[in-house]
Structures are given as structure tokens and as C-alpha cells.
């Protein structure tokens, strides 16, 4: 079993930043993929962006450009530096892990966190 457990999530304006953390704690071996997905409401969960343990990366065409996401194998923990936010980006922003990043990008996640609110508005 794995937790994951999140932080970062907030109001932002228009073209500012956030940066989301996510610490993974049990069960480290089922976290290889990890990354983010985030549903708005009245929208289907999306994903946005992946990595695994070896920095390969997997982002949404919707947030390349502008999020960046990357990974500390020794902490256990991942981060989504998120720049030149719009509207549109907010969402509920859910850390995921799976065994594979190809499994986490296919959406078969083995654990899920609690969810943070993203909330882009001037």
C-alpha cells in the first residue's frame, strides 16, 4: 500500500505560479510512475504529467511549455512546477502512482492522494 500526500494547491492570478508536492510513503516499489492527473468540474480526470524513477517525462500538449514536473528519488517525492497558469488550468489536482509510467499514463493507477485545489482567477 502506498500514501501519497499532498501540498502546494491554492488561488493564484492569471499567469502566475504554483508549485505542488507530492510525498509517497509504504510501498515505494509500486511508485516507478508517478505524476499528476486533475478534473475541473464537470470534466472528466485528465492527465497532465508523469515521470518515472529514470526522469522520463510524459506531459498533457494542454500544459507543455508550462508545467514542469520532476522527481526526488531520495525523498520519495515528486513536484509540479506550474508556470503561466490560465483559467483553465483550475482543477482538482490528484497525485497518482502506478508500477509503470506507461501503466500511469494508461490511467491504471495503483494509489491515488487526497486531491488539491487549483484555482486560477483574477
Known amino acids: 500500500q502506498v500514501q501519497l500526500e499532498e501540498s502546494g494547491g491554492g488561488l493564484v492570478q492569471p499567469g502566475g505560479s504554483l508549485r505542488l508536492s507530492c510525498a509517497a510513503s509504504g510501498s515505494i516499489f509500486s511508485t516507478i510512475g508517478m505524476g499528476w492527473y486533475r478534473q475541473a468540474p464537470g470534466k472528466e480526470r485528465e492527465l497532465v504529467a508523469g515521470?518515472?524513477?529514470?526522469?522520463?517525462?510524459k506531459y498533457a500538449d494542454s500544459v507543455k511549455g508550462r508545467f514542469t514536473i520532476s522527481r526526488d528519488n531520495a525523498k520519495n517525492t515528486v513536484y509540479l512546477q506550474m508556470n503561466s497558469l490560465k483559467p483553465e488550468d483550475t482543477a482538482v489536482y490528484y497525485c497518482?502512482?502506478?508500477?509503470?509510467?506507461?501503466?500511469?499514463?494508461?490511467?491504471?493507477?495503483?494509489?491515488w492522494g487526497q486531491g488539491t485545489q487549483v484555482t486560477v482567477s483574477s
Open positions: 497518482s502512482a502506478a508500477i509503470t509510467l506507461a501503466t500511469w499514463s494508461r490511467g491504471e493507477i495503483s494509489s
Open positions: 515521470i518515472n524513477r529514470g526522469g522520463f517525462t
